[in-house]
């Protein structure tokens, strides 16, 4: 399995209202391309998921704390957790890579 930047981004290009593409799944595991427009109005998920920044740059809010983020950072968000990304630059995509059984139980 694999998939590329380019052509992630070109997948969720080709329906302008999605904000997120999955581009591979195995077992608990899936990875999407996310790219928000304007506000990130996610709402906490059932699963661990890592964010690995594709480009951009923003503020990062995590169970109450906010951190900036720029291209090539990994950021972590438990299973149920409130985040989402804030003031972040019209270049901005990511990595969403969603693992481990739901609700973060190992």
Avoid: C
């Amino acid at each position: 399995m694999k998939s590329s930047v380019n052509d992630a981004l070109k997948k969720l290009s080709e329906n302008p209202d999605a904000l997120f593409f999955k581009v591979l799944e195995h077992a608990s595991m899936s990875v999407e391309i996310y790219r928000p427009v304007n506000k990130d109005e996610q709402t906490p998920h059932l699963q661990d998921e890592l964010y690995i920044i594709i480009s951009g740059t923003g503020n990062f809010l995590n169970d109450g704390a906010r951190t900036t983020f720029q291209t090539g950072d990994v950021l972590f968000v438990p299973a149920g957790v409130e985040h989402r990304f804030e003031n972040f630059s019209n270049n901005f995509a990511t990595w969403v890579i969603f693992y481990g059984p739901k609700g973060g139980e190992s």
